[in-house]
């Protein structure tokens, strides 16, 4: 099947891409954030996971869990050969991190978003803060390592 290729370009390109913007976090945007007072991070992040949910990103967070199986099923036909046995891996890996993102990272999100800022003390915000920002980064963590690896 001359498709094979394409459908596995497009699923290394997705995955990668999620993987950068994993990485891009890791490496940048959390230290970035982590020396802001709590309610300038607190504003930061909520706008963050406001612009997140957008087409280009969704294209990619979710085309590469649909195009990892299908690369996979595609070159089933050789299960010994070492591109399906990495195919399989990083569609686990992958399907992990997007585990993560679904049981710890988006529920923090969300918990965060009801939070009001205008209405808060610093104390308050410092609070808020201190129950997102180390679980978060903890399962962002995870789910950078396992999305890279993928």
């Given at each position: 099947m ?7 370009a497009l699923a ?32 930061a992040?909520q706008?963050?996971?406001?612009v997140i ?6 294209a990619s967070?979710?085309g590469a ?5 299908l ?17 399989t891996a990083?569609t686990?890996l992958?399907?992990a ?24 003390t610093?104390?308050?915000a410092?609070v808020?803060?201190?129950?997102f ?10 789910r950078?390592?396992?999305s890279?690896?993928a």
């Amino acid at each position: 099947m001359q498709g094979k290729p394409i459908v596995l370009a497009l699923a290394t390109v997705a995955t990668g891409l999620v993987a950068g913007v994993y990485y891009g976090f890791s490496v940048a945007v959390n230290p970035g954030l982590a020396r802001l007072p709590a309610p300038a991070y607190i504003a930061a992040m909520q706008a963050i996971n406001d612009v997140i949910q957008n087409p280009v990103f969704a294209a990619s967070f979710f085309g590469a869990p649909l195009l990892l199986p299908l690369a996979t099923v595609l070159y089933a036909r050789r299960p010994y050969v070492r591109r399906f046995r990495l195919l399989t891996a990083a569609t686990g890996l992958f399907w992990a991190s997007l585990g993560v993102t679904v049981a710890a990272n988006i529920p923090l999100n969300e918990t965060l978003a009801t939070f009001s800022l205008p209405n808060a003390t610093p104390a308050q915000a410092a609070v808020a803060r201190a129950h997102f920002a180390g679980p978060w980064n903890k399962w962002h963590g995870v789910r950078t390592l396992a999305s890279t690896l993928a």
